[in-house]
């Protein structure tokens, strides 16, 4: 079974940066789309990004510009770089994974594995 940990949120102020990881053990990470779903307080759920196993990342993310997905292979990584955060930003963040039959996963219901969730903080 997959197991996913993510870490590297923080309290940041608005229009820092953070890099946030995914370490995933128990399977191989190629196999499987990885992705980063954020939950803003008191709200809902939002996919913020998501890759292939081969690397693709479908267009349409809400934060297209600002976040970038990546993900190492050979370490069994994923990353989320966040630039120009503002406070609507803020919220728990998980990485989460589905086995990559060919598509991302856009709603996060469709993720089957998920990380414990890190928090990010971002304020004056």
């Known amino acids: 079974q997959l197991h996913l940990v993510d870490s590297g949120g923080a309290l940041v102020q608005p229009g820092g940066s953070l890099r946030l990881s995914c370490a995933a053990s128990?399977?191989?990470?190629?196999?499987?789309?990885i992705g980063w779903i954020h939950q803003a307080p008191g709200g809902e759920r939002e996919v913020v990004s998501c890759?292939?196993?081969?690397?693709?990342?479908p267009d349409g993310s809400p934060v297209k510009g600002r976040f970038t997905i990546t993900r190492d292979n050979i370490a069994n990584m994923a990353f989320l770089e966040m630039n120009n955060l503002q406070p609507e930003d803020t919220g728990l963040y998980s990485c989460?994974?589905?086995?990559?039959?060919?598509?991302?996963?856009?709603?996060?219901?469709?993720?089957?594995?998920w990380g414990q969730g890190t928090e990010v903080t971002v304020s004056p």
């Open positions: 989460a994974a589905i086995v990559d039959r060919g598509v991302c996963f856009s709603r996060p219901y469709e993720a089957t594995y």
């Open positions: 128990g399977i191989p990470l190629e196999y499987y789309a």
């Open positions: 890759v292939r196993s081969t690397g693709a990342s």
